[in-house]
């Protein structure tokens, strides 16, 4: 079946941009979205990009699709304390199913 | 605008009980999800209901799992009787339709089986 790949940590000093990572593997990707999940809450969207566009700036995010590598990353600029937290991908295929990656625990140092 | 409801938020059960969680999503929202999250993973499908109709439910252990939205609103998922491997938090979402509409998910469940 198809998957979504993400490292599992990133740890940045706070002010810092922080770079988070995806790869997916499906063929028929219609939107890539990113997910942010609090401690003890569910997934907050936070941004998406079409599959023909290569990037998305939305205030302090910056998404950028490699539809090529099928490689998405989503780039945080001047990181604060509140950014901590789980950060997930997720491909939206043709058929409109959703496949989430395994979250990247983002750790922002004071 | 009230978000997406659930209850309860945690559960202790022992193996082979039976458990059903509820969930209420956002006025108007066609669509809702169920997703089995497990400790350090992402958010697995369960089940796709359109209103009251199963639109994916491929990823469903329905030898133990059954889940219903009978009058297109509010859902319950049930496990019977559980595994220790079914401990998880399970995330009810919904959107507008099905399609590239923005989810918007509850707090989740929290099940502990022991």
């Known amino acids: 079946g198809e998957d979504v790949e993400q490292s599992l940590f990133l740890s940045v000093r706070e002010g810092d941009s922080s770079v988070i990572n995806c790869t997916y593997t499906?063929?028929?990707?219609?939107?890539l979205y990113w997910y942010k999940q609090e401690p003890g809450a569910g997934l907050q969207l936070l941004t998406y990009?079409?599959?023909?566009?290569d990037m998305k700036q939305d205030q302090r995010l910056t998404v950028l699709l490699n539809k090529k590598d099928k490689h998405l990353s989503l780039r945080i600029a001047d990181t604060q304390t509140g950014d901590s937290a789980i950060y997930f991908c997720?491909?939206?295929?043709?058929?409109?199913?959703?496949?989430f990656g395994t979250g990247t625990r983002l750790k922002v140092l004071a | 605008e009230a978000g997406v409801a659930q209850s309860p938020r945690y559960k202790i059960i022992e193996k082979r009980q039976s458990v059903a969680f509820w969930c209420n999503p956002i006025?108007?929202?066609?669509?809702l999800y169920w997703y089995q999250q497990i400790l350090g993973q992402g958010p697995k499908l369960l089940i796709q209901?359109?209103?009251?109709?199963?639109?994916?439910d491929s990823q469903l252990p329905k030898d133990r799992f059954s889940a219903e939205r009978l009058k297109g609103v509010d859902s319950t998922l049930k496990i019977q009787p559980a595994k220790l491997e079914d401990s998880a938090v399970y995330l009810c979402?919904?959107?507008?339709?099905?399609?590239?509409?923005?989810?918007?998910f509850g707090p989740g469940t929290r099940l502990t089986v022991t």
């Open positions: 979402a919904s959107s507008l339709a099905t399609g590239p509409y923005e989810q918007y």
């Open positions: 499906d063929s028929s990707s219609t939107y």
């Open positions: 990009i079409f599959s023909n566009m």
């Open positions: 997720a491909d939206l295929s043709g058929t409109y199913k959703y496949i």
């Open positions: 006025s108007g929202h066609a669509t």
């Open positions: 209901f359109q209103n009251n109709g199963v639109v994916d």
